[in-house]
């Protein structure tokens, strides 16, 4: 067994003996090819669960400084967030962002699975904002199909500003798969945002969110 194997297998069953998820519509991932997961962004452990619940390995952006620790602590998230397949982004720097999303597209044409969250960071007060166009961009540029996924209860596992985490159960529900015509990297952004705006319908069906009309902005930028 590899260490992504052991680490996502290791994970799951953690998950599994302490928060005794409900998970819906595995089945609707595809067994094989590229595909995106797209969902909905509670809490800072929700890529980690989407990780090591889904049947297929799905890489996830996590912040840089997960890899760049120092000591034990340091040492241990670096390991961790290997172990599952994130790729380190510098966040808020938007050329190390376009970058991350071309890291997605090699990804893609490898034939693996790529996670992204579409509303860019974790709302805090449990709506679901306005979907960021890289979704778009990828499911045009690519035509791999879009599993949109619906994250519930995950915000009480570790509530915004809090430290530790708290098992609580909570809901994984994957949708159907979403496809578009495949346009390549020069689609019009109408297109983009017609494709987002697609998704994260979809998403809204799994959780049953209050929309909000915006996007979301991360606390420094407040």
Known sequence: MGVYDLTRS?????????CRPTVEGLHHVPESGPFIVAPNHLSF???VLVQALMP???AFFAKAEYFTGTGLKGALLRSFFEGVGSIPVERGQQAASVQALRTLLDLLEQGDGVGI??????SRDGRLYRGRTGVGWLALTTGAPVVPVGLIGT???QPAGKKGIRPQHFTLRVGEP?????????HPLPARRSATDTIMDSIAA?????????YNQSPTAE
């Open 10 to 18: 290791t994970t799951r069953a953690l998950i599994a003996a302490l």
């Open 45 to 47: 452990l929700d890529s």
């Open 56 to 58: 297929r390995p799905v």
């Open 117 to 122: 969250y579409p509303e860019g960071t974790r």
């Open 155 to 157: 915000a009480a596992l």
């Open 178 to 186: 979403l496809v578009f015509a495949k346009t390549g990297p020069g």
């Open 206 to 214: 799994l959780t049953g969110q209050e929309r909000a009309p915006h």
